[in-house]
């Protein structure tokens, strides 16, 4: 699924060195602002160990894990909604994205440059929310005037439109995200057609320093993890700098790494599953001697539309699925044996996946 997640912040807030580490891809990191103009992309596996499991019970002959997708976007800065620092064109690489993970200066560097001389995370989030609030207003507004004009000839989808369109607009102006706005499920359908910034959801990563990755009492993540508690945002801490050590390391040596540190992951593996489970996404399998492979599939997805993830004939063609639990097949190390206990369900066309099933669809060719 061509689903991604953005990386936002402020300028020197580690934004491209974690984009490195995430994806070995070298993408610039410099200590000055603007040092990344083009958006960088990269495409990073899902970190699964369910994954291994299964390919431990079924030996196959290749495993292949899901993927997600992740854009370095430059830093913006205050006034970037009237285009400083080149803002109207980096506002528009995050209009793409489904995601937004937003990237926090959790440290005191004297050696790292603030763009605004000082260190306040609250500051720092409130003027990329401001400027992101700012460039929905004056979008949302033109499009309120093309809608206006159709609503006025009596147009009932317009009025309809116009009516999601006040609401959000009323929330801007106070300076409020669009995703504060409650919203029915008709009304945010509606919502995301207006491809507003500030209505997709925001996983907020703490970046600290790699001094402060054994301590539990750091106060600037206190206040990010404070803030994003009222807005109901999930938050990683990690430190950009010692993710991009390690992810360069052999896998054995990273977990030896960890360990020393009292860490079972990194917290890259901790921010790709956050921003996975950001985007509404859920992970099921298939499995044979041929090979053990994730696939993603939005939560509440059916049989049929997981299928199509597979191969998009496999929609129409569905005939049923036959489903047995992640957990089964951990507990008993072998698909026969879950099979024999009676684990193994049929599925019709109505069936709703979970995250962890091992499916095999039937279709029709």
């Known amino acids: 699924m061509a689903l991604n997640c953005g990386i936002v912040g402020l300028p020197n807030v580690g934004k491209s060195t974690i984009f490195n580490a995430l994806t070995k891809a070298g993408a610039q990191a410099a200590n000055y602002p603007f040092c990344t103009i083009e958006p960088n992309t990269g495409v990073v596996e899902v970190p699964d160990e369910r994954l291994n499991r299964l390919a431990e019970i079924y030996k196959p002959k290749r495993t292949v894990p899901t993927m997600i997708e992740f854009v ?48 306040d995370p609250i500051e720092d989030i409130t003027v990329i929310n401001y400027e992101l609030i700012l460039a929905d207003l004056d979008s949302l507004e033109k499009q309120q005037q093309r809608v206006s004009k159709t609503a006025k000839t009596g147009n009932k989808e317009a009025g309809e439109i116009l ?48 001094s402060d990755v054994k301590s539990t009492e750091n106060p600037l993540v206190k206040v990010i993890t404070d803030f994003a508690k009222k807005e109901g945002a999930p938050v990683v801490v990690l430190c950009g700098r010692f993710e991009e050590e390690i992810s360069g390391l052999e896998k054995e040596d990273q977990l030896a790494f960890l360990e020393e540190i ?45 299928a199509s993830v597979i191969h998009s004939d496999f929609e129409k063609g569905y005939i049923r699925a036959e489903v047995m639990r992640y957990e089964d097949l951990d507990r008993t190390g072998d698909a026969t044996k879950v099979k024999d206990e009676g684990k193994l369900r049929v599925e019709g066309k109505e069936y709703i996946v979970q995250d962890g099933d091992v499916i095999y669809f039937r279709v029709n060719a």
């Open 262 to 306: 009292g860490e079972k992951e990194s917290g890259l593996s901790r921010m790709i599953r956050a921003s996975y489970q950001l985007l509404g996404l859920l992970t099921f399998f298939t499995a044979g001697v041929e090979e053990v492979r994730a696939w993603t599939t939005k939560q509440g997805s059916t049989g049929p539309i997981a």
């Open 72 to 119: 370095d976007i430059a830093g913006l800065v205050k006034g970037a909604s009237q285009g400083e620092g080149l803002g109207n064109q980096f506002l528009s690489h995050i209009r793409e994205v489904d995601a937004i993970c937003h990237v926090v200066r959790a440290f005191q560097d004297e050696n790292i440059t603030h763009v605004h001389g000082k260190v």
């Open 163 to 210: 009516s999601v369109m006040d609401q959000i607009l009323e929330a801007l102006k106070k300076g409020n995200r669009a995703s504060t706005v409650e919203l029915s499920e008709e009304e945010l359908k509606i919502a995301k057609k207006f491809n507003l910034i500030t209505i997709k959801p925001v996983l907020y990563v703490a970046n600290i320093l790699d």
